[in-house]
């Protein structure tokens, strides 16, 4: 079975550039996840969704961050104006449901912000 | 705030040895303890996992100890292999709530 997958694998902008991400979960998965790692830390949920509802977006920064998983399946993480300490890699998960606790991670998007 | 705590922060072993990682938490609602091993440039792959009904969980050289009274738990490496070399994140939760992760262990493993 395919992997989850994200793009781009990197990507470099200068402050208050916008920037969006793609992921597409594992087929079947209805639980996807939006973590932010920076160097040195584990990674921080920043949301969840359970097919395309938003089960937990407390950590999400709104202001400038927003999320979206139309349709259930591909989902799109969008930070509008950037910060440079929004600079980390953003992982999306998935999981077969909410109540299973195995994620699946994809490589991630390595985002630098100048 | 931090709801895991992992220690040490990197550790290097000779191949061969064995490698200890700790971690701690403060929930006592938290119920599934997974280890998650991430490779330089990928995410993170689930490694092993326990729930606090046991104390110890072995898959192959990967031993999770859980000491659920002092509400810790550890990950053991037996054998240590280069090809373990790796950042090793615990995490904690309650079921159907969000992963809780440690700041990370980064293990090498030297020939």
């Known amino acids: 079975e395919a992997g989850v997958a994200q793009s781009p694998r990197y990507k470099i902008i200068e402050k208050r550039q916008s920037v969006a991400f793609w992921c597409n979960p594992i087929?079947?998965?209805?639980?996807l996840y939006w973590y932010q790692q920076i160097l040195g830390q584990g990674p921080k949920l920043l949301i969840q969704?359970?097919?395309?509802?938003?089960?937990?977006d407390s950590q999400l920064p709104k202001d400038r961050f927003s999320a979206e998983r139309l349709k259930g399946v591909d989902s799109t993480l969008k930070i509008q104006p950037a910060k440079l300490e929004d600079s980390a890699v953003y992982l999306c998960a998935s999981s077969r449901d909410f109540s299973y606790n195995e994620q699946f991670f994809g490589p991630g998007t390595r985002l630098t912000v100048l | 705030q931090q709801q895991v705590k992992q220690s040490p922060q990197s550790l290097i072993v000779q191949k061969g040895g064995i490698s200890i990682i700790n971690c701690a938490y403060e929930?006592?609602?938290?119920?599934?303890f997974p280890w998650y091993q991430q490779f330089p440039g990928k995410g993170p792959a689930l490694l092993i996992a326990?729930?606090?009904?046991?104390s110890e969980k072995k898959e192959g050289r990967f031993t999770i100890s859980f000491n659920k009274s002092a509400k810790q738990f550890s990950l053991h490496i037996m054998d240590s292999q280069p090809g373990d070399s790796a950042t090793y994140f615990c995490?904690?939760?309650?079921?159907?709530?969000?992963?809780?992760f440690g700041a990370g262990t980064t293990v090498t493993v030297r020939a």
């Open positions: 969704f359970q097919n395309n509802g938003v089960v937990d």
């Open positions: 087929s079947g998965h209805a639980t």
């Open positions: 326990i729930r606090p009904d046991v």
């Open positions: 929930n006592t609602a938290f119920d599934y």
């Open positions: 995490a904690a939760s309650m079921i159907r709530y969000k992963l809780s």
